[in-house]
């Protein structure tokens, strides 16, 4: 009877793990999601101090695998960190997604140096991309430059001056246009001038 009892209790146990989730692949998706967590990128610090396989089960929907992690920061309020998440895996997609108990909480002046860290970055890659974007859209309005300058508007002439310092022959035919745009201007603003002094 023993006998039966030990085999039943080991084929329970070999079901139990070709239909859960690979523990260590889950633990490693809980840490990786909770990272992402944060808007500011503070939750980016945490490590994984410990793992505990708390239960795994196949549902109508999914397989489920139950963890209880204890993680550490140096920004935390109260390390080290421990909560309960669950990992749910589609059994049609494979598609995962994570359930978590309690978020961590974070000192308030990490949060607030993270926040102006991300910011800045934000503002460099900003910068970065509007440089990225001038160059692009100067090489190709370059390459499409209509063969009258006079038909380009101001800016579009000032980005071509810019962006093509070593073209000799093109800033000089720019300087042309715009030497004739100033004239027709001071030559308005004489007449407005006298208009205005008519009144």
Not at 64 to 78: A, F, G
Not at 114 to 136: G, I, M, P, Y
């Amino acid at each position: 009877m023993q006998k039966g009892r030990l085999v039943a209790i080991f084929l329970s146990l070999l079901w139990d793990c070709t239909n859960c989730i690979d523990i260590v692949s889950c633990e490693q998706y809980s840490i990786d999601q909770l990272r992402s967590l944060s808007s500011t990128g503070i939750f980016e610090s945490l490590e994984l101090l410990e793992a505990k396989h708390s239960e795994s089960k196949e549902g109508l929907y999914h397989k489920l695998c139950s963890l209880d992690v204890v993680m550490d920061s140096s920004h935390l309020v109260n390390p080290p960190f421990t909560t309960k998440v669950t990992v749910m895996e589609d059994l049609e997609s494979g598609e995962r997604s994570l359930a978590v108990e309690d978020l961590p909480v974070m000192r308030d002046d990490a949060i607030e140096d993270f926040w102006l860290k991300d910011a800045k970055n934000h503002l460099a890659r900003k910068e970065s991309l509007l440089a990225d974007l001038q160059t692009t859209y100067v090489a190709t309005s370059l390459t499409k430059l209509d063969p009258e300058l006079d038909l380009q508007s101001s800016a579009a002439l000032r980005a071509f001056l810019k962006a093509s310092p070593d073209d000799a022959k093109l800033q000089r035919d720019i300087m042309q246009v715009l030497d004739r745009r100033l004239a027709r201007l001071v030559e308005w603003e004489k007449q407005a001038g006298v208009a205005a002094r008519n009144l």
